[in-house]
């Protein structure tokens, strides 16, 4: 009973099922099953389930094969694998249809991402495509090359901060004036010597005076001879070479206004041989009768600088020659060119010879009035042969120097690369200054009357004036503090003068000195005269002051790079002050002492290096340099 029972449970059961046609397929390669929606999954699912259940043409179904064909999908697309030669892929769905389970395959063309390779290679052989890669490739490079000549054009075009102008060594190093009796010599060791003293004080600036052949009153014999007292060319040669070997420059102080009348070009003008017939002055006198007799004088009623007329009558010429000196220093021709180039050879004569520049005298008196018109007189209640006595327009400071002295310094340009000195050694005004400008630039223009000239009692109204109204007019001057007639040391007490040279050594502008003036306070002049090659000496600014009504102040001061800035006071008064110089622009509220002169005195048994800038002692007559760091202006 229980097998009819199973019997006809089968039976029904295989009614139930249609006949499954058996599913062959191509290898899975790799496939994707996509859901349907939730209505079809219900349906397929139920129709597994009754799948399941029964058999397929009485076999047995392999549970495997079951479990994979019966997902939870309703229908799943299988992809098979690729075929290499048509690239399809066969799909197999699984279709629920009246109750009936179908499975359908077909052939799907496969889907790519992108070109093949030999789809590639026909467009990479394809001419169109080759020159549109080349077009490309160039196009990039050139828009490359067009980037870079723009970013080169934006850094060289853009506005930049100009680097300070490198300084000559002659405005870092003070000049020292030197005798040639100095530099002559055979014992080299002793030359030696003498420079490793300049080197010590840092002083790489020499000028040699009293050089050239000259009379007994001083008047040059032969503009290109050594005094044959000094020695001779190689002396000077030899002093030359180790000055260089020790980084310092040697300067020739030549008067070329006049020549002696022992000159061999005077002796032959004398005698009117060609060309030397016009090197000097020459003119007839003015002739006169008085009672009869016939009187001659000079042609105009120009004045020598020592008094009396400034011509000489030549019997052997049969004229008068001007002098504006000594009658045995005739006055040179500048008004004619032969002349002007004879100098400038003698100029190049000691270029060559390793001289690296030139201190002129007496250049104002170069030129004269061809017409030789009479000076006006002066307002000056003095003698009528007085030289003071006269204008001097017709003799002195005329616009014609600057043409003959830019001829010269263009040789001194030329012969040094632009490195030599072409300096004057006389004061010049303002205004004759600004008439040599619009012709050339003169190198260290001097205008030191006030130091020249000074005594002990020197007050600091007058510093102050003097040193800035002459900064108005040149930013680098020459500082000279001794006189033609006396020098410092003459003027005034050791002490005093070592303070004013002190004090002068950090203006801007290179100070002219004497041999004495750097040895005597040598520990604080070496001081000094290292700290002019930084650069808050070379190029910042200067601050003058009068702090107490007797003490001349001024600051120097450079905010780039954190550079220090320096402050030097010179007391003239007879007094010892406390001074305050907090207000002076940019002083910090600490400063520090770096040097002072021998005179200088603090009333402290230990000197106080660190002061307060409100408060800082000063001794009469002495000079003190202090060091601080620049506060930015508010």
């Not at 001289?355 to 009479?374: A, C, K, M, P």
């Not at 290292?530 to 600014?541: I, K, Y």
């Amino acid at each position: 009973m229980e097998s009819g029972r199973d019997s006809g449970l089968n039976d029904s059961a295989e009614g139930m099922l249609s006949p499954l046609p058996p599913v062959v397929a191509e290898p899975v390669k790799e496939g994707t099953v996509e859901r349907r929606n939730d209505q079809q999954q219900q349906e397929q699912q139920e129709q597994d389930n009754t799948i399941v259940m029964g058999k397929q043409n009485g076999e047995d179904l392999d549970q495997d094969a079951q479990e994979r064909m019966l997902k939870e999908d309703s229908t799943a697309k299988i992809a098979i694998e690729k075929d290499d030669k048509d690239e399809k892929t066969t799909e197999v769905k699984f279709i629920s249809e009246n109750g009936d389970a179908k499975i359908d395959i077909e052939m799907v063309k496969a889907v790519l991402s992108g070109m093949g390779k030999e789809e590639l290679m026909k467009f990479a052989n394809d001419p169109y495509w080759i020159r549109l890669r080349w077009a490309l490739f160039i196009l990039f490079w050139l828009l490359w090359a067009a980037m870079l000549a723009g970013a080169i054009a934006i850094i060289v075009m853009a506005p930049k901060c100009s680097a300070p102008e490198p300084k000559k060594i002659w405005e870092e190093s003070p000049i020292v004036e030197l005798d040639a009796s100095d530099a002559f010599s055979d014992d080299l060791t002793e030359l030696e010597l003498k420079l490793n003293n300049l080197k010590n004080q840092h002083i790489n600036a020499i000028s040699l005076s009293s050089v050239v052949k000259a009379s007994a009153d001083g008047g040059t014999i032969d503009f290109k001879v050594v005094k044959p007292e000094l020695g001779n060319i190689s002396n000077l040669e030899n002093f030359i070479k180790m000055a260089k070997e020790k980084d310092q420059q040697i300067f020739l102080e030549l008067d070329p206004n006049h020549s002696s009348i022992e000159h061999p070009w005077f002796k032959q003008s004398v005698e009117r041989q060609d060309p030397f017939t016009s090197y000097y002055v020459w003119a007839d006198g003015i002739t006169s009768s008085d009672g009869g007799k016939e009187r001659r004088s000079p042609p105009n009623n120009w004045l020598s600088v020592y008094g009396g007329s400034a011509w000489e009558w030549n019997e052997q010429r049969g004229q008068y020659y001007l002098h504006q000196f000594n009658k045995s220093q005739p006055d040179l021709n500048y008004n004619n060119p032969a002349v002007v180039t004879e100098f400038g050879d003698i100029l190049t004569h000691w270029l060559k010879l390793g001289i690296s520049g030139f201190r002129l005298v007496n250049t104002q008196y170069l030129t004269e009035d061809v017409e030789l018109h009479d000076e006006s007189r002066g307002i000056l209640p003095v003698e009528s042969n007085n030289y003071q006595s006269l204008v001097h327009v017709h003799t002195r400071d005329r616009s014609e120097n600057a043409a003959v002295l830019s001829k010269w310094q263009e040789i001194v340009r030329n012969e040094s690369a632009g490195k030599g000195l072409f300096a004057l050694q006389d004061d010049i005004g303002a205004d004759i200054l600004q008439v040599y400008n619009d012709k050339m630039t003169i190198d260290l223009p001097q205008s030191s009357h006030f130091l020249t000239t000074a005594n002990v009692n020197i007050n600091a109204t007058d510093l102050r004036k003097s040193i800035s109204q002459w900064l108005a007019v040149t930013p680098w001057p020459a500082w000279n503090v001794n006189g033609k007639q006396l020098s410092l040391r003459q003027r005034m007490p050791k002490e005093v003068a070592d303070s004013i040279v002190l004090m002068t050594m950090l203006l801007p502008g290179t100070p002219i000195l004497r041999l004495d003036d750097v040895m005597s306070a040598k520990d604080a002049f070496a001081t000094l005269s290292s700290a002019r090659s930084g650069l808050t000496f070379l190029h910042g600014n200067t601050t003058l002051r009068i702090v107490n009504g007797t003490v001349f102040v001024y600051a120097r001061s450079w905010l780039k790079s954190g550079n220090p800035g320096y402050l030097v006071a010179y007391q003239t008064g007879e007094e010892s002050a406390v001074i305050n110089l907090s207000g002076i622009p940019r002083i910090a509220e600490e400063i520090n002492v770096v040097a002072h002169s021998p005179n200088y005195v603090q009333n402290t048994e230990v000197m106080k290096t660190k002061l307060p800038s409100n408060a800082v002692p000063i001794s009469p007559k002495s000079t003190l340099i202090l060091t601080f760091v620049p506060k930015e202006e508010s």
